[in-house]
């Protein structure tokens, strides 16, 4: 399947679309996400907060969109969270220098060479424009990729929504490592919506304006960066690594790479083991998944060692995490322009310290779309063809469908009775009694709904129901009042696949 395939389903099914669509002024890069769209990016977050946060016992905060400019000042983003950008002089266009160079050559320009450097790439290529075909481009510029507000009336309150939801959480490591008695290491997390003015917003949700973050932060001592209490729980767990100048993937357990000095510690192994459990979790084949490695120039301009986790989709390889070593560039540059000391004290040496951060900087829109891309499944069936999303059941916009097989001779009752009791007992499902029952389980198949629960004449004489799994279309008897512990273990028996170990 190809990204036409999703973008094609998340149109037809409303699960994401273009934000104020009816009106032609409307800027690209907003996405609205639609009924069941928003089911699953919903569930994706809970999955996340339960699977990864509150497993590891890490704090999860809700801070603030805007931020004062004083905090970008200090984070760096002011100066350097630029996109070089370079203007054609005969038609006005504006283009993303490195995207520009890396389109018309095929080589891969990292975003951070200087600006003479992309000069002399688009001199050297002699690159046309590509919306008047005129070789006559500007010099590049650096443009900064922060949303600037106002805030008040006087004009001179500046501040900035967002560019990524990190900030707060260092803002307030002080505040909650003592208020919240933690020691370190000490992980904080925060989701929610990031801006970013990009040049050229595509591919739908993989490069968005507003997109959804979940970012973790985790605060540890440099001097016991090897100090990992579950260490034994996955030093054999094989991590998939896509080394510095090496072609091809290679698995690494997490004790082989401290040991050969691949990753620069336990820590970053155990959060990198983390991470891709997560994802393979979640439902991404573990084959289609790596760590890439970062040279210096490509890394984000805080991080001293990166790994960006990618997953290979009908687009290529997507990047759905950024796993950065941050050190103690985030505290030591907060306590300096706020002159709020954000060191703490080492109880064994008695000196001050600023804690250094490791981040898993996660997309959600990205994971959203990337998840899709990998579960979208087409069938041949005889002289059908069926397409069906295999989601994870916890992300599905529904665990099951509740259908009554005719609208007559009281099966609708029966089954909104089925409906009710699911409802009770908590379980995500849906009532639907229109059109054929192939129909309906059709619908729910291509938004990834789990099952079908079909009810039928017998229900009405033995108090069974069908119920059909979307993936391979089995059918099984299912006594009503078992129902709820049928759908548990169905559940339950999803994540025992070898593919999510
Ligand atoms: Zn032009």
Redesign the pocket.
């Known amino acids: 399947m190809g990204k036409d395939d999703v973008v094609n389903l998340a149109l037809r099914r409303s699960l994401f679309f273009p934000s104020a669509e009816i009106y032609s002024s409307a800027p690209s890069g907003f996405w609205d996400f639609g009924p069941f769209g928003h089911r699953i990016r919903r569930k994706i977050v809970d999955f996340w907060r339960k699977e990864f946060v509150e497993k590891e016992g890490f704090l999860e905060i809700s801070g603030a969109q805007i931020l004062p400019r004083d905090v970008f000042k200090a984070s760096g983003h002011l100066d350097n969270f630029n996109d070089p950008v370079v203007r054609?002089?005969?038609?006005?266009?504006v283009f993303r220098a490195d995207q520009l160079i890396s389109e018309a050559t095929s080589a891969v320009v990292p975003e951070s060479i200087s600006t003479p450097e992309f000069d002399a790439l688009i001199k050297k290529h002699k690159l046309r424009?590509?919306?008047?075909?005129?070789i006559?481009f500007d010099e590049t510029k650096k443009f900064n990729m922060m949303m600037k507000l106002d805030i008040g009336a006087t004009g001179k309150q500046e501040a900035y929504l967002r560019p990524e939801t990190c900030q707060s959480i260092f803002l307030a490591f002080d505040r909650l490592y003592k208020t919240m008695r933690q020691q370190l290491p000490l992980g904080i997390a925060q989701s929610g919506a990031s801006f970013r003015n990009e040049i050229s917003p595509r591919n739908t949700l993989l490069r968005e304006r507003e997109l959804g973050q979940m970012e973790i932060e985790v605060f540890f001592n440099p001097l016991k960066e090897n100090e990992v209490e579950k260490w034994e729980s996955v030093k054999d767990y094989k991590l998939r690594l896509l080394r510095l100048k090496e072609k091809n993937v290679k698995e690494y357990s997490c004790m082989e790479s401290v040991d050969k000095k691949i990753v620069s510690s336990r820590l970053v192994a155990y959060l990198l083991c983390r991470t891709q459990q997560f994802y393979a979790k979640l439902g991404v084949p573990l084959p289609l998944m790596r760590f890439r490695e970062l040279e210096q120039e490509a890394r984000a301009f805080y991080a001293k060692e990166t790994w960006d986790f990618e997953v290979e989709t009908s687009l290529g390889w997507v990047e759905l995490a950024a796993c950065n070593h941050r050190s103690d560039y985030d505290l030591k540059s907060h306590s300096a322009v706020s002159k709020h000391d954000h060191q703490i004290k080492d109880l064994e040496t008695g000196k001050e310290f600023f804690p250094n951060v490791f981040e898993i900087s996660a997309g959600l829109d990205r994971s959203l779309f990337v998840l899709l891309d990998v579960s979208l499944k087409k069938e041949k069936r005889g002289p059908e063809e069926r397409i069906f999303l295999s989601l994870n059941p916890s992300i599905a916009p529904y665990v099951a469908g509740v259908f009554p097989l005719v609208n007559k001779d009281g099966l609708n009752e029966k089954a909104r009775e089925v409906f009710g009791l699911l409802k009770d007992e908590d379980f995500d499902v849906f009532f639907d009694d229109k059109g054929s029952i192939g129909k309906r389980y059709a619908r729910g198949d291509e938004i990834g709904v789990f099952g079908g629960i079909t009810v039928d004449y017998d229900s009405m004489k033995d108090g069974t129901v069908t119920f059909r799994f979307r993936d391979s279309m089995a059918q099984e008897r299912v006594k009503i009042a078992d129902l709820p512990v049928f759908l548990k273990k169905a559940v339950k028996d999803y994540f025992s696949t070898p593919m999510r170990k």
Do not use: V
């Open positions: 054609c002089r005969k038609c006005q266009s424009c590509p919306s008047c075909k005129a006559d």
